[in-house]
Structures are given as structure tokens and as C-alpha cells.
């Protein structure tokens, strides 16, 4: 199969570009090679390479010639450093989709696999002792400011236990990022259902892994500890520690594209499947801190008590749709992928993947 990788040279995408080449594909990259993203030429060995942004309409024509299916990586990530990012966001994640999508329905490419995300939930699942499952609401300065970190019952202010939540929890992005890949989905759909073609939503979890931008404002936290310790120093944990997440090896992301590529065939026409993407074992961002410092012998971590307004405090995967659907597994687990990212060379500094 012929698949078209958009933003291919990055972090996921060079992966993934990978996993399809050892399974036999013909991956086309298309990427812009902004110089903040990459300091030297991609080696993506067996790929082809057209140099374009996606949002040049005629460059993606030309680079759909002859594809089988899309996978589609390009974005700017990360909660970025304040508003005035929203524009280039909605540039890059919706705009850049939309040209995608057009060029695909002109050139009758059925098979779309999106790169999604975990933040289009807001907040995670809760359980009230006395409530049942609730959805509180964005937390206050006030409270983060006292140090208030974890949200209570809407209903009756009661503590509440984090779960795990699926795909068809309710939607509530909470900053810029998060609106975007929100629409990139909705956006998607409408091309499915327009064309009758086959989409495929991967909502990552935490990716990390080997080739993880360093030193750079839009990257996830595992970057920020991981170029904390490359200059010795100590990683800089907010809030106090104990907010979960799901970090999922890239490796397991990039074969997870590779399962949903080669399924999305056999999907009914005009379909959109999201699936969550994550290892499966919730960890706290003090726990991730903490196996990064010792795998590199580093200082130990600080926690800040620090936050950023628009983010979550829990929300962890439950990939049992993907896993029972597509037959993929997570291979890498918490404390084998932690050891070699501790160790492993990052890329320079980037905003889009």
C-alpha cells in the first residue's frame, strides 16, 4: 500500500514512517522541514519525500498521485505559550486538514488514519462516591493558586476517584490545541460521510519515545524533564505531582497507525472510529519525573506547585476498543520506555509535528 504521511520527518511521523516500511508499504513523506524542527535533513530511509506545507493546496495534489491511504500527522502541538498562538494553530491543525481532505476527495483516496488526541475530553473520568460518574468543571485560579488541584463533585463537592475513560465519554476541549484536533475530527467525519471514504480518529495519550523534540515551549512534559536533565538539571514538576496520565511509547503508536491503515479498508463507507491510544498503565507526572532521574543518575525532581491554566489534572486511557477491534497491543512498558528515553538522543526544538 502507497500511503501519503504527512509531517512524516517528525518525531511520531518518522516512526511511523518506519513501522509501514517494515511492514512492507511504500511511505510518501510530506513535510515542510521547518528549521526549528529540524536541524538537518530527515533520514527516513526507503520513503520518498516531497518538501510542502499541507496547507499548499496544489503540493498536496501532487503528492496524493497514485496513494492508496492517508496518514495524517501535520500539526502544531502543545498548549503553546499563550493566545496569540491561536492562528497559527487553527492554521496549521484546521485549515492544513481541510486542504488535506479536499485534495483527497479530488483524487478519490478513501483511507484516512488522523493523528487525535486525549485532550479533546477535558478532564478524564471521575467517579463520586455518592454521585456516580461526574464531569466537573475547569478548575478555579483560586483553588490552583492555594494548591487545590484536584476537582470535586459538582454535585455535592464531594473527593473523586479518577478512572479511566473511553471513546464515548463527552467532548470538552479546554484550550486552543485541544479545539483544533477537535475539529480536525469533525472535519474528518464530514469528509468520510461526503465521500464515503474510511476515517480512523488515534487519540494519543502521552507519546514519548527516542527523537522527542528538547527544549522547546510546545512539547509534552516528558520532553521538558527529559532537556532538564540533559543540562543537569533538576526536572521542574507542577502542581504536586500526582496528576495521571497514560504514557505510551512511540514505537506502539507508530504500529498502531500501521493496524488502522490496514483495517480502515474493511470499514463500512462512510465511517469515522475514534480510538484511544495509551499503554494502559496510568502513571502520575511526579512517578514519570522520577524514572527519568534515576535511569540518567540525575537530581532529583522539584515539585513547584506551579500550574498552567487549560490543563487537566487526570485523564488516562481506556484503549479496550482498539486492543479488541484492531488486535494491537502496547509492547514498551513503563519502566523499559522510560529507561531509554532517559538515554536517548532528542531532536531539536520544534512546534509542529
Given amino acids: 500500500m502507497r500511503v501519503l504521511v504527512t509531517g512524516g520527518a517528525g518525531f511520531i511521523g518518522a516512526h511511523i514512517v518506519t513501522a509501514l516500511t517494515e511492514r512492507g508499504h511504500e511511505p510518501v513523506v510530506l513535510d515542510a522541514l521547518l528549521p526549528t524542527a529540524h536541524p538537518g535533513p530527515p533520514d527516513l530511509p526507503g ?9 499548499d493546496a496544489e503540493a498536496v495534489r501532487a503528492a496524493l498521485r497514485g ?31 481541510a486542504v488535506l481532505l479536499a485534495g483527497m476527495a479530488k483524487a478519490g483516496v478513501n483511507r484516512l488514519v488522523l493523528a487525535g488526541s486525549m485532550v479533546v475530553y477535558g478532564e478524564g473520568r471521575y467517579d463520586c462516591p455518592r454521585d456516580g460518574v461526574v464531569r466537573p468543571g475547569p478548575r478555579a485560579v483560586a483553588d490552583l493558586e492555594a494548591g487545590r488541584f484536584e476537582p470535586l463533585c459538582p454535585v455535592c463537592g464531594a473527593e473523586l476517584v479518577p478512572g479511566l475513560v473511553d471513546e464515548d465519554a463527552p467532548v470538552e476541549p479546554r484550550n486552543v490545541y485541544a479545539t483544533t484536533k477537535l475539529t480536525q475530527e469533525h472535519l474528518a467525519a464530514a469528509w ?33 524533564f527529559r532537556s532538564s536533565l540533559a543540562r543537569g538539571e533538576a526536572p521542574r514538576v507542577f502542581e504536586d505531582g500526582a496528576q495521571r496520565r497514560d504514557f505510551v511509547h512511540v514505537r506502539d503508536v507508530a504500529a498502531a497507525n500501521a493496524v488502522a491503515l490496514e483495517a480502515a479498508g474493511g470499514r463500512a463507507a462512510g465511517s469515522f472510529t475514534a480510538y484511544n491510544t495509551g499503554s494502559g498503565e496510568p502513571h502520575t507526572i511526579g512517578e514519570m519525573a522520577s524514572a527519568l532521574s534515576a535511569a540518567r543518575s540525575g537530581p532529583e525532581p522539584v515539585v513547584t506547585g506551579e500550574f498552567r491554566l487549560g490543563d487537566v489534572r487526570h485523564v488516562t486511557a481506556d484503549s479496550a476498543r482498539l486492543r479488541r477491534e484492531l488486535g494491537w497491543l ?21 512546534g509542529v509535528r
Fill in 67 to 97: 496513494v492508496d491511504a492517508v496518514c495524517h500527522q501535520a500539526a502544531m502541538v502543545g498548549l503553546g505559550k499563550d493566545f496569540a498562538d491561536a492562528p497559527a494553530y487553527v492554521g496549521c491543525n484546521d485549515l492544513g486538514t
Fill in 330 to 350: 502496547p509492547r514498551v512498558g513503563f519502566a523499559e520506555g522510560m529507561a531509554e528515553f532517559a538515554r536517548a538522543q532528542q531532536r531539536a526544538s520544534s
Fill in 47 to 55: 520513503a520518498e519525500m516531497v518538501l510542502a506545507d499541507v496547507r
Fill in 192 to 224: 468520510a460521510r461526503s465521500t464515503g471514504g474510511h476515517a480512523v480518529s488515534l487519540r494519543y495519550h502521552n507519546v514519548y519515545g527516542p527523537g522527542m523534540p528538547r527544549d522547546t515551549p510546545y512539547a509534552g512534559v516528558a520532553s521538558f
